[in-house]
């Protein structure tokens, strides 16, 4: 049998790391907007233009020689504000993989010929479609030893479209908010509710049972403390709940492939701290 899962919301909030776990290496905050700036949110249709993607430089120099292929689409939704830059972006479709790290760096590189409203600059819904061919590549690390790396085979394509059904109005995450930084920003602690919503899971994998658990028969249940970051992926796993026998090494391997429509704070997406319950159970 695989495991059960369930995930509990702690009652702290940010970025802070609890349990003794080492916090993120300190980094210069990302460039944000002065206020938060909420706008209305297009849809292309009559009097609305789309964006038009601008061209840009190759994303990778693709790999000639790999071996376990991984390919894969993952679907995100996105704002292309007045600017033509890409805000709030929302995992719709994930992977579960690496792949859906490419993604984002690819679509946060993006950058736009902004759609109007009767000629005048708007920021419009769209969904993104991104099409990734990968490998894996032997590359010697740090220590000299050889690891397998994961790589981009060839040039990713992208098929954007209307959002079907945009929210009306939104507020725009922070220009500038890329990829590494975005969990690495100091944001304040909070509470629990009020203003402040709880990431939505919204891809998960059981976690399997380990081969020295299954044949000693051996079930509980581990807690993982995990932080959710703003584009909804988890980071900073720390085992809060010890199970052993190799359950808890499984449980976090799952749950690194789950991802969340992050936590947000007065419309504005903010990492979360929470607890995953994983229930290891054979009957």
């Known amino acids: 049998m695989r495991a059960l899962m369930a995930v ?64 894969g689409k993952v679907l995100l939704s996105l704002l292309v504000d007045p600017t033509g830059r890409p805000r709030n972006l929302v995992f719709l479709q994930p992977l579960g993989t690496d792949l859906d790290k490419f993604a984002l760096q690819i679509a946060t590189a993006d950058r736009f010929k902004p759609g109007t409203y009767k000629g005048a600059p708007v920021a419009v819904g769209e969904s993104l479609e991104v099409n990734l061919q990968s490998c894996f590549i032997e590359k010697k690390n740090d220590a000299g030893k050889n690891t397998s790396w994961l790589q981009l085979r060839s040039q990713p394509t992208q098929k954007f479209e209307a959002l079907p059904q945009p929210t009306e109005e939104a507020v725009l995450t922070p220009d500038g908010l890329f990829l590494e930084d975005a969990y690495k920003i100091a944001f304040p602690s909070f509470r629990a509710g009020g203003n402040i919503s709880a990431p939505i899971l919204i891809h998960h994998v059981e976690a399997e049972y380990s081969d020295e658990a299954r044949r000693a028969k051996y079930q509980g249940e581990c807690v993982i403390s995990v932080v959710v970051d703003v584009y909804g992926r988890p980071q900073y796993l720390h085992v809060v709940r010890k199970l052993g026998m190799g359950l808890d090494e499984m449980a976090m391997e799952a749950i690194h492939q789950y991802r969340f429509k992050p936590a947000m704070k007065d419309g504005v997406p903010v990492p979360v701290t929470l607890n995953v319950a994983v229930d290891f159970s054979l009957y």
């Open 8 to 71: 509990v919301l702690s009652v702290g909030l940010g970025t802070s790391i609890s349990g003794g776990q080492q916090a993120a290496p300190s980094a210069p905050p990302a460039k944000q907007d002065a206020q938060p700036v909420r706008v209305k949110v297009y849809s292309v249709g009559p009097d609305v233009t789309a964006p038009v993607l601008l061209p840009l430089a190759p994303f990778t120099n693709p790999v000639a020689k790999c071996k376990n292929k991984e390919d």
